[in-house]
């Protein structure tokens, strides 16, 4: 292990990332899902004539850009940015300098977005309509090319397609373009218009006075969602092309993964349904409280899709190459083979031998270096909970076979010492526990 | 506290040191360092227009009572004007983060990780700034002229907060010798604010980001001449030389002191590359003051635009030596040029894609700019938020 450990009391780094991500990928997706609407929209809204779509795309172009997607959503993905260089510098690292083009490219649209977008708002009535399009259709296009690099990143990370293991010599796109980037792109795109046909109604429900103005809003708006009708092609799609494990997880090995993905899978027909009823069969009755309604199990569904596709990479972060715990998959693999020491791998851990006398120490050293990634000692996925009732070689049994047992686990790197080590200091924290009750 | 005492020696600190990223860098190292360099002048400059702005800002808010006032035409356009700067410094730092990471990467991430309750914290508190200059700009109706100050006061002291995080945290970047200190105490920013160096430093960021104020005052006073010839706006460019004028001086005597409290070694062992950066910066920092003292003096338009060039000369100056001065402090712990050290391995599919977009997008860009300066005026204010 490369780097030092932010641990933080009672907390996992995932939670640190995912209170971050909730926020963020809503408000992205908005951001994108609305530049498409624009294009749609303001298209519409010119040719007929329609006043009520107008006064619509004006205001959310003010309360979604400038209010929403470049503060919170701009803010949003530096906090992801800085939280995963500080939980997982190792794939952080790895993530950046395989991608550096690909990132610096996303950067490229996102100031293209920006621009586009405060250039879309302030030159409302202020210039032709063909050049008002054309402003929209720069913020629309760059928004959604954003997210076309985005994806071939994010999706590497479960899949890695053809990339060979290394840098250069085109590994870019054999990486890029792995078996989930369509079918996640394609996703996404939809879950993006959804977004947006509910961020819109609820917008025209909050400033549009003319009841016959929002609902005509509200139920072009509603068109938005039509397309999550083929959600269910597309994610089969994801579903065939994911690795066996991450098919296994969510089938049923990992109990919480199917919850997640059942519930996600749920909520994403009630939406739809909801959504239709509300804004495309009654939109004159749809009120502001059960639009928000709407998008609260919007952001469900989503929040459910995104725990299923972290939680089916393990136990990896990056695809066959690097664990949750941030150790190469090679070295690990070598390290076990030939007995080797993880404390001496790691360089910032405060004992790199074990002894007699520094045996919990060393114990503790090993769990912040192996496990901690996932596990709180006491807290989140805490270890002192887990292991309650156990003894030491119980703990040696499950940690010597750690991947065979639970297969979202990476494998335990480290000498018989070592492996000693952690088992005595994690039945150490129950001891005193058992030893207050006596 | 002197920082010194906690030094540990080089064959400690280096054997410390995270190893750089095993899979190297899909490019030259010369090209990605270039594009840093051009990135973070970007990216600084914008962060001085904000900065700057907010100040400008503050002091509209306190002397703007009068309606014929100078400084009351200010007041209601700065609100809008921070908040796109404000939104650009964020986008245009994204890029020179990223190619930071390409070639400091692991001490970069070390050094974050030593600071992380207080790093963490910056993009936070850059949430604050984004509501209270909405607040100045859509809730003016409800606030009266001292909470509408107030509220950019603590906008300003939020921006100082978030620039005092990341003078410290390329501080300690720096300084790997002082690393293991930093992770047995885990007080990294109690640290390195203790090192006497740190507080020039920190003013320096501050004073020279004021400066940023001014041209922006200038800016504005140059644009509306230019598009409503309106020769009123004149007393915005002198105003804004004056703010150049002042900020620029105090900027010379921190960089001064910023340059006394380095090492000697550290000064005695400046490359070319440091050298010419130093020299580009202290001399369009000088052309600055002489332009801005000129167009104050003899009022004449076109001055605007030469002080403007000379500064963002002098950004690139600065950025040029900040750049060599790393690479001096980091000689003995990491040469990134050395491709023994970090491996390069072009993946020219990706770099030329690259390139392809980004002079694309300069494109794009120009056609914005050229609508935006052409926008027809505003006939009528309207508040974003009410209902129609």
Not at chain 1, 213 to 218: M, Q
Not at chain 1, 251 to 280: D, E, K
Not at chain 2, 81 to 105: D, E, H, K, M, R
Not at chain 2, 226 to 232: A, L, R, V
């Amino acid at each position: 292990m490369n780097y030092p450990i932010w641990d933080i009391p009672g907390i996992v780094g995932g939670i640190i990332i995912g209170m971050n991500a909730i926020l963020h990928v809503f408000v992205s997706h908005m951001a994108v899902g609305l530049g498409l609407f624009i294009i749609f929209a303001e298209y519409k809204a010119r040719k007929e004539n329609n006043t009520a779509i107008l006064k619509a795309l004006k205001k959310t172009s003010f309360t979604g850009f400038l209010l929403f997607s470049f503060t919170i959503g701009a803010l949003g993905g530096v906090g992801i940015w800085t939280t995963i260089g500080l939980v997982s510098p190792e794939a952080t690292s790895m993530l950046i300098h395989n991608y550096v083009w690909g990132w610096a490219v996303e950067w490229v649209f996102f100031i293209l977005e920006v621009f586009a977008g405060y250039l879309y708002f302030y030159s409302w009535d202020r210039v032709d309509d063909k050049t008002h399009r054309r402003i929209g259709f720069i913020y629309g296009a760059s928004a959604w090319l954003s997210m076309v690099i985005i994806n071939g990143i994010l999706t590497f990370m479960l899949t890695r397609g053809g990339w060979e293991g290394n840098i250069g010599s085109n590994n870019f796109w054999l990486g890029f373009f792995n078996q989930t980037y369509w079918p996640s792109l394609l996703m996404r795109t939809i879950a993006a218009l959804a977004i947006a046909a509910i961020v819109v109604s609820i917008l025209s429900h909050i400033y549009l006075k003319d009841e016959e103005e929002r609902a005509s809003v509200i139920k072009y708006s509603g068109k938005f969602f039509y397309p999550m009708i083929l959600m269910p092609v597309f994610f089969g799609w994801w579903f065939m092309v994911i690795p066996q494990r991450s098919r296994d997880y969510i089938i049923g090995v990992s109990p919480l993964m199917n919850l997640f993905f059942l519930v996600s899978i749920g909520l994403s027909i009630v939406v739809v349904f909801f959504a239709y009823i509300a804004m495309i069969r009654k939109p004159k009755e749809a009120t502001l409280s059960s639009l928000i309604v709407i998008a609260l199990i919007t952001l469900g569904t989503i929040l459910g899709a995104e725990f299923v596709r972290e939680g089916v990479r393990k136990p990896f972060t990056i695809d066959e190459t690097l664990y949750a715990n941030q150790i190469y998959v090679k070295d690990a693999v070598n390290m076990r083979q030939k007995k080797e020491s993880i404390l001496l791998y790691s360089k910032w851990a405060l004992t790199p031998y074990v002894t007699p006398e520094n045996k919990l120490i060393a114990g503790h050293e090993i769990f912040k270096v192996e496990c901690r990634m996932c596990h709180a000692v006491d807290g989140m996925n805490g270890i002192k909970g887990i292991t309650k009732g156990w003894k030491v070689e119980h703990a040696e049994y499950v940690i010597e076979n750690l991947n065979i047992i639970k297969e979202f686990m990476p494998v335990f790197v480290g000498t018989a010492e070592e492996k000693n080590a952690l088992a005595e200091w994690i039945i150490s924290l129950n001891k005193k526990d058992e030893k207050g009750g006596k | 506290m002197n920082i010194g005492y906690f030094w540990t020696d080089i064959a400690t600190t280096v054997a410390q040191i995270p190893n750089a990223d095993r899979f190297g860098v899909p490019g030259n190292v010369n090209l990605i360092n270039f594009l840093f360099v051009l990135t973070f002048g970007l990216h600084f400059i914008f962060m001085n227009l904000t900065v700057g702005g907010v100040f400008v800002n503050v002091l509209s808010h306190i002397m703007g009572k009068d309606e014929n006032n100078m400084f009351f035409k200010l007041k209601q356009i700065m609100p809008t004007i921070n908040g796109v700067t404000l939104s650009f410094t964020i986008t245009f730092g994204i890029a020179p983060l990223l190619f930071i990471q390409v070639i400091y990467g692991h001490l970069f991430y070390t050094v974050t990780i030593l600071m992380a309750y207080i790093y963490v914290t910056f993009f936070i508190v850059l949430l604050i700034p984004y509501i209270f200059l909405y607040s100045q700009k859509l809730l003016k109706k409800h606030f009266g002229s001292n909470v509408l100050t107030i509220f950019g006061i603590i906008t300003l002291i939020a921006l100082f907060f978030v620039m005092l995080i990341f003078v410290a945290v390329s501080m300690a970047m720096l300084h790997p010798e002082q690393w293991m200190f930093m992770h047995e105490e885990m007080k990294g920013i109690a640290f390195i604010v203790s090192d006497k160096s740190f507080i020039h430093r920190y003013h320096y960021m501050i004073f020279s980001s004021i400066i940023g104020g001014g041209i922006m005052v200038m800016l504005i006073g140059w644009f509306k001449n230019f598009k409503d010839n309106d020769e009123n706006y004149l007393k915005f460019q002198t105003f804004g030389g004056k703010v150049v004028v002042i900020f620029s001086v105090i900027q010379v005597i921190f960089g001064y002191l910023t340059y006394k409290s380095l090492d000697i070694l550290i000064k005695s062992d400046f490359n070319l590359y440091t050298k010419v950066g130093g020299y580009v910066f202290m001399v369009s920092v000088l052309l600055t003051i002489v332009s801005a003292v000129l167009l104050i003096i003899f009022k004449k338009k076109i001055l605007t635009i030469t002080t403007t060039l000379l500064y963002i000369l002098s950004i690139y100056g600065f950025a040029v030596f900040r750049d060599g001065l790393r690479h001096t402090y980091l000689r003995p712990y990491f040469k990134p040029f050395n491709k023994d050290v970090l491996t390069q391995s072009p993946d020219y599919g990706s770099m030329i894609f690259f390139f392809i977009v980004f002079i694309a997008g300069l494109f794009v860009i120009g056609y914005m700019i050229k609508i935006a300066m052409t926008l027809k005026p505003i006939e009528k204010e309207e508040n974003p938020l009410e209902r129609v």
